[in-house]
């Protein structure tokens, strides 16, 4: 009785209700899906972004012409970053019922675009339609696959007229994709990690979930597998017992201190040998969450600190890629305090 | 004179129920081992020792407490409320621990924190629902705390809801949500060294006054001319549901249906006389979250939410229950 | 003895009195009977009695003890109450039913003894329902529940019963057993005060009658109070139509 999406979707079949939902088999679509009528590059000046990984995609490519972040409040505890990104004021998120951004106040920010970079589904398509029906503004929906990033962030340039600053993020994001590859044909692929979550680290992302997508790319097989369901699950301790992940990674301070404290998670080898990584977030968080571009640094943060010829050179790229994409200069005693170790 | 057998079968159950949720696992561990275990020698692999006393025991033990808590908390209920269809959260503990787990969990504290305020917010609405209920001028003090309940309930319910709107969807959202749903995955010795006093501390006065709690049956009238501080007996049955449900919230997030079956599953093997009813019910209760529980980690190659579980058996065999019985 | 004493009660809710300046005793030993249209305030006298309505004014003495002054418990040890027949919730056999009634005699902690259940088979056969002791009481008739209502009762071993129209839902023949039933309860030294619809009731049993209207309660012996005028008056009738219908000379 293994309860899988696939299965729950065969007996849903079963009843006749699938015939209602025809795209569920859907071909490869493209990058950018736009809704309404596109403005011209040179007459977009506002843009709202729709969720975090549109906060971080616009963060990178024009925060000149970002009216807010949807979900990030910068004003306090983040001083790594440089006054003009930390000023931006939080506005709040569209997603249809769970909007904390109300249509008004939408109406009211006059944006020339919309940009919402993440899961591309029918459900947030309808939404874009419907948006754009209702206040008339043009919505871009962008395909946030992280292995996208490059075409993402050329393509969404074009369309804000920020070329050159695109190519440049692109090729960022092309060499930190390319070397990622390289390590998981080599050394990556021998290699198992738990992505853990929540206060006793037993919630997790299942593997191929966009929690843990920017891990698997440098080849690190996730011991979590479900047949195919893809997002997060609870797990039980003994399970992690028997898979004995090379890695525990989390971005969560509380949990961190669970599993390093607790007499429990002691007989895992990962434990022992200190191989918990925490990640914590700077706001923005290095692997798991926000689901955007921001997960390039940490995918490069965790192959320096599984291949240490790249060690000495991550704080030069590091600081790169904040000028690059946050527009902020990192100083040296930042960077201690944000990679304590690598 | 049926009752030996049926005890001997309930029994026969739960000890059986036990055996399997100690070797049923992901983790290989055979009957072998655990009698190896049990009679102290070191075993040839030392992580079991930690799965077994770390990690199945103290979740065997939490499924057994908490169903048999979650059942005579329900078995109470439905007695004093006259009510069959009355759960244990009838009162507002799960919806006031769900909300102080989840301002808990938006803040990002410790689980030692989230499992705290789980506790004291049950606590706290269901003593709120108690004191507004005093203030009511309605006749029939019952029908009062349970309409009083359901409001305080609904309320919780949208604070819940506010709280995660508020939270991040990618991080805090998926764990309240788990929370919400319930689970024994995270149990661990400690929960229970503070859960367990707690709950054997509420289900003292329910067991020994669990003959009385027939009285509260009657209509007040009638239990007070039999001289019954229907009040006094009332306050002390609250006090005593609420302080076992909170403890079981707190450690093992919200799980529905056990208090609202079981005791229906009960009153056909033992009668509704509460002297049977309620120790049948805990054993009921025990048995059946064991085996849910069980279920729940052995299925699927990651843990279902036992909330989703309790239910899922639970609504069914409710409606059986419906449609077979005349009277619940 | 007077063991009852309603002195100047005034009886109701604060917005909404029912019944004022109400004076009449029960003595030990006999049988009073409570006549008064519907709602005229039967049941809460009976339910003032009880204590479990506050008075809006006067007294209701117990042995010479205003009412509110006792506890629960303590009363219950004088005075058992027989409620109209009720369904119940749950599924209750009629010997739990009936054993509740030991409640008094128990201690907080304990549940009804062997001894306790021999008492409540006893009274049962007494009552002609021993038949019923296994089954459960919500599958019975309403009389039948009302039969068992008042051996709970009974097994309370109270001074004083209080029964709220215990006859209403029993047969004719069952109405006869009832009443001499009381007369043998009474012969046993118990102090009843009933409420009943049936004049007729009253007559046969009564020792002292309480009429009950708006203007407040008439107190004298079942001859004195169950004349064709008085009950004409009662219940807003015509006095010939009260003795065409008794079919009898009262």
């Known amino acids: ?342 | 004179m049926k009752c030996v057998p049926v005890t001997a079968i309930i029994g026969l159950l739960l000890l059986s129920g036990m055996i399997l949720a100690l070797s049923a696992g992901k983790y290989p561990l055979g009957l072998s081992d655990i009698s190896q275990l049990l009679t102290g020698n070191p075993p040839h692999d030392p992580r079991l020792s930690i799965v077994f006393w770390q990690i199945r025991m103290p979740r065997m033990l939490a499924a057994l407490l908490i169903g048999a808590g979650l059942a005579a908390a329900g078995t109470t209920y439905q007695g004093m409320f006259r009510n069959p269809l009355v759960s244990p959260d009838i009162l507002g503990v799960s919806a006031g621990a769900g909300m102080g787990a989840s301002v808990a969990i938006l803040l990002g504290l410790s689980m030692l924190y989230i499992q705290g305020l789980a506790f004291v917010g049950g606590l706290l609405v269901v003593a709120l629902v108690c004191v507004i209920a005093r203030f009511t001028r309605r006749q029939d003090p019952v029908l009062s705390l349970v309409l009083i309940g359901i409001a305080i309930g609904t309320l919780c319910g949208a604070m819940i809801s506010l709280i995660k709107v508020l939270a991040d969807p990618y991080t805090e959202l998926p764990s309240i949500t788990f929370w919400l749903l319930g689970g024994l995955n995270t149990i661990t010795i400690n929960d229970l060294q503070v859960a367990a006093p707690l709950t054997l501390l509420g289900l003292l006065p329910l067991w020994l006054l669990r003959w009385r709690m027939n009285l509260l049956s009657l209509p007040d009238e009638e239990a007070s001319a039999m001289g019954v501080n229907v009040t006094r007996l009332r306050v002390i049955f609250i006090v005593s549901a609420t302080l076992v449900t909170a403890s079981a919230v707190a450690i093992a997030g919200i799980i529905g249906w056990v208090g609202l079956v079981v005791p229906h599953i009960c009153r056909i093997i033992t009668g509704a006389n509460n002297r049977q009813l309620l120790p049948m019910s805990m054993a009921v209760g025990a048995i059946l979250l064991l085996v849910t529980d069980t279920l729940a980690r052995t299925v699927s190659s990651v843990e279902l939410p036992l909330g989703i579980l309790t239910a899922m058996i639970g609504a069914p065999f409710f409606l059986l229950l419906l449609m077979r019985r005349e009277r619940l | 003895m007077t063991l009852v004493q309603f002195a100047n009660t005034a009886i109701g809710y604060p917005q909404h009195p029912v019944l004022q300046q109400i004076s009449f005793n029960i003595e030990a030993g006999e049988v009073c009977c409570l006549l008064g249209a519907n709602g005229c305030g039967k049941t809460t006298l009976i339910r003032s009695l009880l204590g479990r309505l506050t008075l809006q004014g006067g007294n209701i003495l117990l042995q010479r003890r205003p009412i509110r002054d006792w506890r629960a418990h303590e009363l219950a040890k004088w005075m058992a109450y027989v409620p109209q027949a009720h369904d119940s919730p749950f599924a209750f056999s009629v010997l739990d039913m009936v054993l509740m009634g030991r409640s008094i005699h128990l201690k907080t902690f304990s549940s009804p003894s062997a001894k306790d259940r021999q008492q409540a088979l006893e009274l049962l056969e007494n009552m002609g329902i021993a038949h019923l002791a296994t089954r459960q009481y919500p599958s019975l008739s309403g009389g039948e529940r009302q039969l068992v209502l008042i051996t709970r009762a009974l097994i309370q071993q109270p001074k004083l019963l209080v029964m709220d129209e215990p006859a209403a839902s029993l047969d004719f023949g069952r109405q006869i057993t009832l009443l001499k039933k009381i007369r043998q309860l009474k012969s046993e030294g118990m102090t009843l005060l009933m409420s009943t619809h049936h004049p007729l009731h009253a007559r046969a049993i009564a020792d002292r009658v309480v009429l009950l209207s708006p203007l407040g309660a008439q107190q004298g012996s079942a001859a004195a109070m169950l004349t064709g005028q008085k009950l004409a008056a009662l219940y807003d009738v015509q006095e010939a139509d009260i003795r065409h219908h008794l079919g009898i000379e009262i």
């Open chain 1, 1 to 342: 009785m293994d309860v899988t999406r696939r299965s729950l979707m065969q007996g849903l079949a079963g009843c006749g209700l699938l015939a209602a939902f025809p795209s569920l088999a859907r071909a490869e679509s493209p990058l950018l899906l736009p809704f309404g009528k596109m403005p011209m590059p040179g007459n977009i000046r506002q843009v709202l972004s729709a969720g975090a990984p549109a906060d971080m995609l616009l963060l990178a490519l024009a925060p000149q012409l970002l009216l807010g972040f949807s979900s990030f409040d910068l004003r306090q505890g983040a001083q790594w970053l440089s006054p003009s990104v930390t000023q931006l004021p939080k506005l709040g998120r569209l997603a249809g019922r769970a909007s904390t951004l109300s249509l008004e106040q939408l109406l009211a920010l006059k944006p020339d675009l919309i940009i919402d970079c993440g899961d591309i589904s029918d459900t947030f398509r309808s939404l874009a339609q419907r948006t754009v029906t209702q206040t008339n503004t043009p919505y871009l929906l962008v395909s946030g696959k992280l292995t996208d990033s490059p075409a993402q962030l050329k393509q969404t340039g074009a369309v804000l007229g920020v070329d050159s600053q695109a190519a440049q993020l692109a090729a960022t994001a092309e060499q930190i994709l390319g070397d990622a590859r390289t390590f998981a044909a080599s050394t990556g692929k021998n290699l198992s990690f738990y992505a853990a979550r929540g206060a006793r680290g037993l919630e997790t992302g299942v593997t191929g979930s966009l929690h843990t997508e920017a891990i698997e790319l440098l080849g690190l097989r996730n011991v979590v597998s479900d047949t195919d369901r893809k997002g997060l699950a609870q797990v039980s301790l003994e399970q992690i017992l028997l898979w004995q992940p090379d890695l525990i990674i989390t971005q969560d301070e509380a949990t961190w201190q669970h599993i390093t404290q607790s007499p429990q998670w002691r007989g895992i080898t990962a434990v022992k040998q200190q191989q918990v990584l925490l990640y914590r977030r700077f706001p923005f968080g290095w692997l798991d969450a926000p689901p955007g571009v921001n997960r390039l640094l940490g995918v490069r943060r965790l192959q320096a600190h599984l291949d240490s010829g790249l060690r000495s050179a991550f704080k030069a790229e590091m600081q790169q890629f904040f000028l690059q994409f946050f527009h902020s200069t990192l100083s040296d005693d930042d960077y201690r305090t944000l990679v304590p170790t690598i």
